[in-house]
């Protein structure tokens, strides 16, 4: 069974451009959720999708947003983009994101704002 | 609010035993979770804990206790390829639901030497 992919891998952009990244679950997955790592904050939850309706929110601005699609895939969006921005963005999908239901990680992709 | 507090860094020596503790505040708690992360990679599943007590699995085990809001991972006989970070993540329940988001201490980094 396919991992968890995510595109791209690294991306460049300079502040005030925005940018979408794309995840695409481990096949049969539902439940999709977007991180952001930085060494000084660690890994940070951004949302979690389920059957395409954004199902739980962390404490990130409005210019974070993302959506799934009716094949689990998701995608987040990053508006006005701010050099603090940079970090590693990663997606995790589980079955059903409920109780024990482990996440599968995708490899991330990098994004590094000048 | 929530809370989550591990030790930065790690030393230990190859053949030995490392505890990895992990102490955490949050109300809404549905379960408690381990994984490892080498560097460069995606973070991988070790161990999930809801219930109090000890779950064994392999070389690795974690422990958990509710009241205390305490948990740590055990882990025997260290091989080299154990070096890496090792995140604490606590699954705050969303309303009264099983669902809820997964919020991540900064990490435990493994040094494991010769």
């Known amino acids: 069974k396919a991992g968890v992919t995510q595109t791209p891998r690294y991306l460049i952009k300079t502040r005030g451009q925005q940018v979408t990244l794309s995840c695409s679950p481990i096949?049969?997955?539902?439940?999709v959720s977007w991180y952001q790592q930085t060494p000084g904050q660690g890994l940070q939850f951004l949302f979690e999708?389920?059957?395409?309706?954004?199902?739980n929110k962390g404490n990130f601005p409005g210019r974070f947003s993302g959506r799934q699609f009716s094949n689990s895939r998701s995608e987040m969006n990053v508006s006005t983009l701010e050099l603090g921005d940079s970090a590693l963005y990663l997606c995790?999908?589980?079955?059903?994101?409920?109780?024990?239901?482990?996440?599968?990680f995708g490899p991330g992709t990098r994004l590094t704002v000048t | 609010g929530q809370n989550i507090d591990q030790p930065t860094e790690m030393t230990a020596t190859e053949g030995a035993i490392v505890q990895i503790n992990c102490t955490y505040q949050t109300s809404g708690f549905n379960g408690l979770f381990w994984y490892q992360q080498h560097a460069g990679e995606a973070p991988t599943f070790l161990s999930y804990?809801?219930?109090?007590g000890l779950e064994e699995k392999g070389r690795f085990s974690s422990f958990l206790s509710r009241s205390k809001g305490y948990s740590y991972l055990l882990l025997k006989e260290l091989q080299m390829k154990d070096s890496a970070s090792y995140l604490c993540?606590?699954?705050?329940?969303?309303?009264?639901?099983?669902?809820?988001?997964?919020?991540f201490g900064q990490g435990t980094t493994l040094q494991v030497k010769p």
């Open positions: 804990n809801v219930l109090d």
């Open positions: 999708y389920f059957s395409e309706t954004q199902r």
């Open positions: 993540a606590v699954r705050k329940r969303h309303g009264s639901s099983n669902t809820g988001k997964l919020i």
């Open positions: 096949s049969g997955h539902r439940s």
């Open positions: 995790a999908s589980s079955l059903t994101g409920q109780g024990s239901d482990e996440q599968y």
